[in-house]
């Protein structure tokens, strides 16, 4: 039978990790609480992550991810139609955000902490969701649904522009009326400005 | 002569609570700190302001209301076509919000914890911008330049979609190289979408 400490992979030290954070939060979360959650000594965590802030820096990109992963399915299916394609996607990005802000609201409050100490972790992950926007755009640019002479410009500024439906610092504004009507509208300008004859 | 009291009009005694906001910051101004910076006693701060509250309200309003009443000329000028006003407009909204964040950032970060206290003021601030865009897009769809069947709901949209060049939560980004391109690409997509044939 293996030991705790051949079976202890990034993978669970990760899962614990969210666990501690969860339970402690962002301030108070350090390694010995969560080797203390594995029942392993702090130096077999220090195996898989070096320092503390490079195990901050796993757990909430291993969180973001999981956003960016949901979407990528929607960005690679060609079979659908562009504007399909588009408008799936900003709505799958704001359904997941605001799932992970309603579901667990201390756990999204600590990784907004992080977030925003971890500037590197998010760029990658911001670049990951406008390189997913930009493969849609480019595919709607080819087939002469969009016009677009730059997409990954392009995908930047849809981003933006679809910024209070996924930016968590406007979580608060994700429960109140009028919030999908007023994601409609946005959607809509764009697609319309999208489709336009150059 | 007028003794002090008389000439103690509502504008000093905002003037003198903005100084003392700027030295103190949000927390600390008080009441019987502006009546000093006045050389006044507290009652005649309370004749004109009936609480500390309807003191920061009024102050709060009267910095946001600098920046509308701006932009508030450019929504009137109908001698300009309408795609001009609203990029005219867009852009000064955002240079007023940069130059605020910019030229005075302690006074900057002041206003911002109130504005965050004052829902209703910033509601009716946030009424007055969308109101100006709304007169903007509409003389567009009069004229036939812009297509918007609900010029209110577009409004709200283009406001909306261009948050990150005015939302005080972005003020960090207002002086990162590539803001200005960020803007344009934007701007640019949310015009093409009103251009645009229903």
Known sequence: MPSTTETL??????????????????????????????GVSHGS???????????????TKRWLDRTSERLAGIAAAEDLAPERRLRDWLAALFEAKRHKAGDDPELFATYTVLVDELGGVVHDHIADLTGQLT????????????????????????????????????????????????????????VRGLRAAG
């Open 135 to 190: 493969r849609i755009i480019a595919a709607g640019a080819e087939s002469g649904d969009f016009t677009a002479p730059d997409p990954a410009t392009t995908a930047r500024a849809v981003f933006h522009a679809t910024g209070r439906f996924h930016d968590p610092g406007y979580a608060r504004e994700w429960t109140e009326p009028g919030i999908e009507e007023d994601f409609e509208a946005v959607v809509g300008l764009l």
């Open 9 to 38: 992979t990034a993978e669970r030290i990760l899962e614990a990790t969210e666990e501690v954070l969860r339970r402690h939060g962002p301030a108070k979360a350090t390694v010995v609480d969560v080797a203390r959650a594995l």
């Open 45 to 59: 965590v220090y195996r898989h992550f070096r320092t503390k802030a490079a195990l901050r820096e796993a757990v």
